[in-house]
């Protein structure tokens, strides 16, 4: 609860205010409940107010005369001018529906609700939705905050592809970029942690000054333009030839086939000396050059001696690469065995994980899969282990059965992922979709139970089945690490906002009457008077209730007061 007095009394004082401060918020709390409870019954009693003053002062305000002349003026328009005024109103309506059209499918929410909902609910009295903590049912029951953006954290991806080898080629045949901005700038950031702690003192010969290479190599990694960057490195190695950063910068960025990036990294080794930020790194991408050039037992060696030599460093899920090798190589007992050290309730899950376990368990039985004859006989004891297996999963991350499916096209990972966002789904679909159509049946029977996930938690966002509630800040990450021409996938699926549907119906209707009218005038003209008697009609009623229920000198005393 948040305290009403900044300062704290002290001593016998501070004990009296700590005592009688929850009486005074909750007084404080009750006067404000009750001010919003009462503000529509206040305003429904001043408008009704508006309204009877309105008529008592109809003759002082010749509000006779002013309806009379209006209405003569009305009857005066041709329909010409009519078929104008609903014309323009159909425009204009058009014009804000395409607007909030492409709001809501860029920012997934609707500009005039956004609006309202900053600036108009606090002026009403109403509390934003930011300063309150929403309560969320846990797989236990109880009660648990709700997850906030602070907590849809970006990881960096294990299997993430060679920026001059793999992203760079994909730009010189597309002519698109696969990286953002705002993807680029987190790999700098690792890379300046990482990569940049040598501060060892070099003396130039041509300027005479101390200049520290690592200087030079935190320049690099903040270099927007990829040419800066690799005249950098190049610039470090000048003043160090083992600078062993350096080495890894030109790697990832200049070298334009696996084979020249796998060198540079063999060079960086030899120069990397005791750092283990670096020993880890290069090893690992070491590792995953020679899964792309084919020597994949080779590489399995090499991450298995790395998660040996550096046990500590799970976080950096290097057992997540070793998986999909031993995916490639079909050593499925081998995967079971990584999977029942990292597949436990106190690790941090992964769609790895997690699609890989339903992987192993759907491969037993779905070559023998059929819809028609479980229909019949019902699912056998693998077969819902197997089913269980997709439904956690698909709970875990529903984005990625779409691209498995081929139902979404894939395009190339970013280099940092959003766990149970699209991000990831993605990430995880590029690798590993080859071994899900290598098991017969697998894909087959992921078609047949992955929507099944969604009857068992109809509310996603707020109540989870095997974790937690899913986190409601993905699409808006996801939007920054994915490419503009990249359709993120959303979840659960937003229904369109009502202003848009309200704009819709207006603009439709409006145009149908502007139709109508530049072709049947005449009977417009009827329906419009009809239309506005029949509206009018309960306050001509009411007036005439009044005029006979009250006596006609009490009028006239308003009327002169």
């Known amino acids: 609860m948040i305290p009403l007095f900044t300062a704290q009394p002290s001593g016998k004082n501070m004990e009296d205010g700590t005592s009688s401060n929850p009486q005074s918020i909750g007084f404080t709390e009750k006067l404000k409940s009750w001010l919003s409870w009462s503000w529509t019954y206040i305003c429904a009693v001043w408008f009704a107010m508006v309204l009877t003053m309105i008529y008592v002062l109809r003759s002082p305000l010749k509000l006779q005369d002013t309806l009379t002349s209006a209405s003569v003026f009305l009857n005066t328009l041709t329909p010409k001018f009519y078929v104008a005024l609903t014309g323009t109103s159909s425009l204009i309506s058009g014009l804000i529906l395409i607007f909030e059209w492409w709001y809501f499918r860029k920012y997934g929410t609707s500009f005039i609700e956004q609006v309202s909902v900053s600036h108009l609910r606090p002026l009403l009295g109403g509390v934003e939705s930011s300063t309150t903590t929403g309560l969320f049912s846990s797989v236990n029951g109880e009660a648990e905050p709700r997850p906030s953006v602070s907590e849809c954290k970006v990881w960096r991806n294990p299997l993430n592809l060679f920026r001059g080898a793999e992203y760079s080629r994909y730009t010189w045949v597309t002519g698109k970029e696969p990286l953002t901005y705002y993807d680029m700038n987190l790999s700098a950031q690792d890379h300046q942690t990482f990569f940049t702690g040598d501060t060892q003192q070099l003396k130039t010969e041509d300027t005479g000054l101390n200049l520290s290479f690592s200087t030079v190599m935190q320049k690099a990694w903040r270099e927007r333009n990829p040419q800066a960057r690799i005249r950098a490195a190049y610039q470090a190695i000048e003043m160090n030839h083992e600078c062993a950063a350096a080495y890894v910068l030109l ?142 999963a698909v709970e875990f991350n529903p984005h990625v059965p779409k691209y498995l499916l081929e139902m979404k096209s894939l395009i190339l990972p970013p280099e940092h992922i959003l766990k149970r966002g699209d991000s990831e789904a993605v990430a995880y679909a590029f690798f590993h979709l080859q071994h ?111 005029e006979s229920f009250m006596p006609s000198s009490f009028w006239h005393q308003l009327t002169r007061i």
């Open 436 to 546: 899900w159509k290598r098991a017969e049946g697998a894909l087959n029977l992921l078609h047949c139970t992955w929507e099944g996930t969604f009857r068992i938690i109809p509310y996603p966002l707020e109540k989870g089945h095997l974790f937690y509630p899913y986190p409601g800040c993905t699409e808006t990450a996801d939007r920054e690490l994915l490419p503009s021409f990249h359709e993120v996938s959303v979840y659960p699926k937003k229904e369109l906002p009502f202003f848009i549907l309200f704009t819709a119906g207006l603009c439709s209707f409006t145009a149908m009457l502007a139709m109508l009218t530049h072709q049947f005038p005449e009977l417009m003209g009827v329906f419009a008077k009809a239309f506005f008697s029949t509206l009018f009609a309960p306050l001509g009623f009411f007036a005439d209730k009044m």
């Open 251 to 392: 790697a990832e960025e200049e070298a334009t086939t696996i084979t020249e990036a796998e060198r540079l990294f063999k060079q960086a080794l030899r120069s990397a000396g005791k750092d283990i930020n670096l020993l880890v790194y290069i090893k690992r991408r070491l590792a995953m050059c020679a899964r792309k050039l084919g020597r994949i037992k080779e590489a399995v060696k090499m991450m298995r001696d790395l998660m040996k030599e550096f046990p500590l460093l799970g976080m950096l899920n290097i057992h997540e690469n070793l998986l999909e090798a031993l995916l490639e190589l079909q050593a499925y007992a081998d995967v079971q065995a990584v999977l029942a050290k990292y597949d436990d309730i106190s690790l941090p899950k992964s769609a790895t994980i997690c699609y890989t376990s339903a992987l192993l368990k759907a491969r037993a039985v779905s070559e023998k899969f059929s819809p028609e004859a479980a229909s019949r006989r019902g699912l056998s004891t693998a077969e819902m282990n197997a089913v269980e297996a997709i439904h956690r």
